[in-house]
């Protein structure tokens, strides 16, 4: 098991999201962060005085997927994701040890996501 | 007892000042009181240059708000300017077929040509009251031009609002106003298009002036699934909506009742019944057919109901009968919530629904006259005939002509405005700018600073990263060029 945990342009998430839906990975959480990387910040000019910005928003998703499904996440955000701009943002893929769902008590990989190759998958 | 004009006259004999009262004479009373009555009137509909930006804010997402305020005040002024230039002119300066032909620059004391209203200031030059009368209509056409941008929010470049504001003010809505209020062709069509209030000059007007600006600028970014079907994108803050459309309510209580010009008869509190009469209803008939169709209430429906209630009643508020007011508003109620649902299959996104609100209630208001108006009315205003309630047809076909002509003049003019805006600036922002908001990309400046600047930037908790990290200066929304390596 692994966390895909990226860092994204808003307006990348939707169709992440929507061909994640597709592929049998419904399961995932965002949060909306702010950071700074590479990429300049803004300058707000207010009543002739300057405050900059560096932090931008992004969306930060969380996805945890068997260990052989990594590859096909991470291929769908950076499919995605890429403007080829500065500002982008990254991805990192962690271990997981254990996963249990709290409906009932279940644990381990077939938990995670409903995709056809997931040991039990349920789509609803 | 009103304070009459005073005088000081010298003395003949000897060094004494001595002061002559002058007693007013009922008629310089009555004027005085009628000019009272314009100006509080017009003071009034000023303040729905407020009800309009609220009503946009509340619809706008927070990163597009600040760009309304600026926009409001920037039309607003232009208008104001370009209306002492030109367009009083156009619109009241003579009795022409197609335009006025005096009282460019206007001045107090200078000269008209006669037209309706030199007649009833009893003057060919502009006097005091007449000065009333002058701002009264001034305020009209900036809430018309106020109209066009509802629809245009969130995505088109403020270049557009200046260079159209000087078109519109200068040259569209004083050629509509002339037509029909200022004793155009269409004052004397038949036996006269009846608009009391403007439902088509004023509200028409600025609806059709969307439309062709929608035509040019297309949708946000966003409203549209790639299949086609419509999103919502909701507005930010549905209380200052509710305030904005209050606000625009107490606004409309000059806007019809001081479209009597006067106090004579008591007319214009019995314009004021009419209005809230039509406003109650129309917000029930939005309620009903949002409840029916939507199966919920939604606030911006319901507040749109009031709206479109007073658009349409805006036309018919000085001939008709109380009784009629309701039906015309409730009916305006039910039209606001089809016509949102339909603009949206359309593929035309209004973020305030203006094009319903103003556009299909202001048609509906000024064919309402010719179904509605009372006999008694149509002879004290001395324009049009009674209508088809009364067994008069021929009212109806008048009104239609008249919304007909106005609807052509204002989108040829309005398209080929935005046609050239869109060569020369070009319209809409571009993509990253839409994204990044209107607040920040044209203006430098959030209207919600916190809610996109971390509370740590924007107290100055942490330090510059140029301090140990050195990179090249912010500049304002351009958030996809690199740092240079440190």
Known sequence: MKLVSAYIRHEAFEPIRTDLLELGFPSLSIMEVKGS???????????????????????????????????????????????????????????????????????????????????????? | MIGGPRRLRLASVGFRFEEVVLQPTVETALSQIDTTWVIVAAILVMFMQAGFAFLEIGFSRGKNVGAVVAKILTNFSIAALMWWAVGFAIAFGGAAKIAGDAGWFFGFGDHLNPSYFTELYGTESINGAFSGFIFFQFVFCAVSLAIVWGTTLERIKFVAYPIYAVVFAGLI?????????????????????????????????????????????????????????????????????????????????????????????????EVVIVTNLAAAAGVLGALIASRLLQKTLDVGMIGNGAIAAL????????????????????????????????????????????????????????????????????????????????????????????????????????????????????????????????????????????????????????????????????????????????
Not at chain 1, 52 to 77: F, G, H, M, W
Not at chain 2, 211 to 240: E, S, V
């Open chain 1, 37 to 124: 990387g590479r990429q300049k910040g803004i300058t707000e000019r207010y009543r002739g005085a300057e405050v900059t910005n560096y932090l931008r928003p992004k969306i930060k998703i969380e996805c945890v997927v068997a260990s052989s499904d990594v590859q096909t996440i991470v291929d769908t955000i950076l499919k995605h994701a890429r403007t080829g701009a500065v500002g982008d943002g990254k991805v990192f893929v962690m271990p997981v040890e254990e996963a249990y769902r709290v409906r009932t008590g279940e644990s381990g990989e077939e938990v995670l996501q409903a995709h056809p190759g997931a040991a039990a998958g349920v789509a609803s």
């Open chain 2, 173 to 269: 809505y004083p050629l509509v106003a002339h037509w029909i209020f200022g004793g155009g062709w269409l004052a004397t069509f038949g036996a006269g298009v009846q608009d009391f209030a403007g439902s088509t000059v004023v509200h028409l007007t600025g609806a059709t002036g969307a439309l062709a600006a929608l035509l040019l600028l297309g949708p946000r970014k966003g409203k549209y699934k790639a299949d086609g079907t419509a999103r919502a994108i909701p507005g930010h803050n549905m209380p200052l909506f509710g305030l904005g459309v209050l606000i625009l309510w107490l606004g409309w209580f000059g806007f019809n009742p001081g479209s009597t010009l006067g106090t004579a008869d008591g007319r214009f509190a």
């Open chain 2, 311 to 486: 658009v349409a009643i805006t036309a018919p508020s000085g001939y008709v009968e109380f009784w009629a007011a309701p039906i015309i508003g409730v009916i305006a109620g039910g039209i606001v919530v089809l016509g949102v649902l339909m603009f949206e299959r359309l593929r035309l996104d209004d973020p305030v629904g203006a094009l319903s609100a103003h556009g299909l209630a202001g048609i509906w208001g000024t064919l309402s006259c010719g179904i509605f108006t009372s006999p008694r009315l149509a002879s004290y205003n001395g324009i049009g005939e009674e209508g088809l309630v009364y067994g008069n047809v021929s009212q109806l076909g008048v009104q239609a002509v008249g919304v007909a002509a106005a609807f052509a003049l204002v989108f040829v003019l309005s398209i080929a405005t935005f046609a050239a805006i869109k060569a020369i600036f070009g319209l809409r922002v571009d993509a990253e700018e839409e994204d990044a908001g209107l607040d920040i990309a044209e203006h430098g400046m959030y209207g919600y600073p916190e809610q996109f600047i971390p509370v740590p930037e924007l107290e100055g908790y942490g330090a510059a990263p140029t301090a140990r990290a050195p990179a090249a200066p912010a500049v304002a929304y351009s958030t996809r060029e690199e740092v240079p390596a440190t």
